[in-house]
């Protein structure tokens, strides 16, 4: 009775003190909220004069971001090892991606920004007078909320789609990378107009204070479980939004894929970051006949780039925190599967250190089978056949990231025809998001929605206006006024807009009719042009032997 007691008060106290940590975030929650009201009102405001909308604005902006890349990179480059260790190689993900998105903004703005005019579909009685165009038109102040694993990288590479298409925005870095959040806010206080581009600091009392504001869009990188969180924020305003999550990126090996590539190239994109990367490879389905090969050549290469103990490796960084270390041993050791490199016995917690794992023989049920692993883990299961492979990649989310090893064509079409996914590579691994500036790069289903990089980024961030301008050389409207309609005004509007003035087999009469008389056309051309002594001639020249 005693025991219980005593249980009793520890566990009373052990609430009291919770309640009394959620009474203060909102305290402080409702007071940031407040503040930040202000801060979104002042932004707003500076908006609606037509600052941003300037093209000059935008190319000084986005100089403004090259310069700083330019002049801090030794800052950011300690900054992002300091966070998440690794050697120098590390720190140009964050940097390589930011200056390219943005020469390549400055090189194409004038075209992105210039009204398009639509040729008119509807036919020349419809289309008289009139010029269809669609304006790009900035949609407003932006939200961006951005992740801790490529910190700068997922902070600036949408702001520079947002800052092309003539927005303010406000970032908010992860706190779970404090240094880098530190420089991201250097950066924007130094190099870009702070009237209309600010950063925010904190952890989740600001991130909710920020989510309560109105935005007129909202761009979240980060987990489908803050991703429904951020979207529930947005309905409220009925904000619009992008969502880059992430999910279980199968990469899929048949019998007749080339396996030194498949090593090389896989290795590239677990091994980045320690496998923290949205798109990197989740797991592989290799076909039987080459399991043991890639799985031999796979290993082999993780102890000849990072030893027996990855710890004393320089290129081998470190997971964010202890708890999502934590969290990565527990899916090794629950796996069921044979570790092949690594293991959880080789891990720190406390040192946030977690080796390449590669695990072989992973059942389906094994919960590193249901959730992304987002670390430096790597399930490798054999197939019997690729009808197999798909069935259990079926059987899935869709992921935001979908990697084919074939050199059987009519197999990688039957791949990427019935695996949908955000994006694909075949017989490579993330190079999708880096070979090529325009390509676009977004989720779909339970991997996100919405897309940026190049125009694509910049028509996201973008209200793209629809406008016609119709002459006044006459004042008639599309139709007179309904005193003025003639009788048979319905029955041509119908033949017109709807059934067509002639049938479906009439159409494919006069098809064949226009074909025959343009044949008999041609035949009574050659008759004449043989009859005469140039067709003679050249009559000869060509059955000349």
């Not at 006069?510 to 003679?536: D, E, Q």
Request: charged share 20%; proline share 5%; glycine share 10%.
């Amino acid at each position: 009775m005693v025991l219980d007691t005593v249980g009793q008060r520890a566990a009373e106290a052990g609430f009291a003190k919770v309640n009394a940590g959620r009474e203060r975030d909102e305290a402080l929650t409702q007071r940031l909220v407040a503040e930040y009201g202000k801060t979104v009102e002042g932004m707003r405001a500076v908006f609606k004069t037509g600052r941003s909308k300037d093209v000059e604005w935008r190319r000084q902006q986005l100089l403004g971001l090259r310069r700083a890349f330019h002049e801090m990179h030794e800052e950011i480059g300690a900054a992002v090892l300091a966070d998440l260790g690794g050697d120098k190689m590390r720190a140009l993900g964050d940097m390589g991606p930011v200056v390219g998105d943005a020469e390549h903004a400055l090189k194409h703005l004038d075209a992105w920004t210039k009204p398009k005019t639509i040729p008119g579909t509807e036919g020349a009685a419809m289309n008289f007078g009139n010029t269809s165009v669609i304006r790009p038109t900035p949609k407003g102040i932006i939200l961006i909320v951005a992740p801790w694993n490529f910190p700068l990288n997922m902070c600036f590479q949408p702001l520079v789609a947002a800052l092309a298409a003539g927005n303010g925005a406000m970032l908010k870095p992860s706190e779970m990378a404090p240094n880098c959040a530190a420089i991201i806010q250097k950066i924007v206080n130094t190099y870009l107009d702070n009237d209309l581009v600010k950063v925010t600091l904190g952890a989740v009392p600001e991130t909710t204070a920020l989510l309560a504001q109105k935005w007129d869009h909202i761009f979240y990188t980060g987990n489908g479980c803050i991703g429904r969180i951020v979207m529930e924020a947005a309905a409220k305003h009925l904000t619009p939004m992008t969502l880059e999550l992430g999910g279980k990126s199968p990469c899929i090996i048949d019998s007749t894929a080339k396996i030194d590539a498949a090593v090389n190239r896989i290795f590239f994109a677990k091994s980045m970051n320690c496998g923290q990367v949205c798109i990197a490879p989740d797991y592989v389905l290799v076909h039987e006949s080459k399991k043991e090969e890639f799985t031999k050549k796979f290993v082999g290469q993780v102890k000849k780039s990072f030893g027996e103990d990855h710890k004393a490796s320089p290129h081998w960084g470190r997971i964010i925190n202890s708890r999502h270390a934590q969290r990565l041993t527990g899916l090794i050791e629950s796996s069921g599967g044979q570790v092949l490199s690594g293991g959880a016995e080789k891990a720190d917690v406390q040192e946030k250190f977690v080796p390449m794992t590669v695990i072989k023989d992973v059942p389906l049920a094994a919960p590193i089978m249901h959730e992304e692993i987002f670390g430096p883990i790597l399930p490798i299961i054999g197939v019997k056949s690729m009808e197999e492979a798909l069935s259990i990649v079926e059987e899935m989310e869709r992921p935001l990231a979908l990697y084919v090893f074939s050199e059987d064509k009519k197999f990688v079409e039957e791949t990427l025809t019935r695996i949908t996914s955000g994006g694909a590579a075949v017989n490579s691994a993330m190079e999708q998001i880096i070979a090529n500036k325009e390509l676009p790069f977004g989720g779909t289903g339970a991997s996100g929605f919405g897309k940026y990089h190049g125009h694509a980024g910049f028509e996201e961030f973008s209200h793209m206006r629809s406008v016609l301008y119709k002459t006044t050389m006459h004042c008639n409207s599309l139709m007179p006024p309904p005193e003025a309609q003639p009788a048979w005004m319905y029955d041509a509007g119908l033949k017109m807009m709807v059934i067509g003035f002639v049938s479906d087999s009439t159409r494919r009469k006069l098809k064949v009719a226009k074909w025959v008389v343009g044949g008999i056309a041609l035949v009574a051309f050659v008759k004449v042009a043989l009859a005469t002594s140039a067709g003679h001639g050249l009559l000869k020249l060509a059955t000349r032997k």
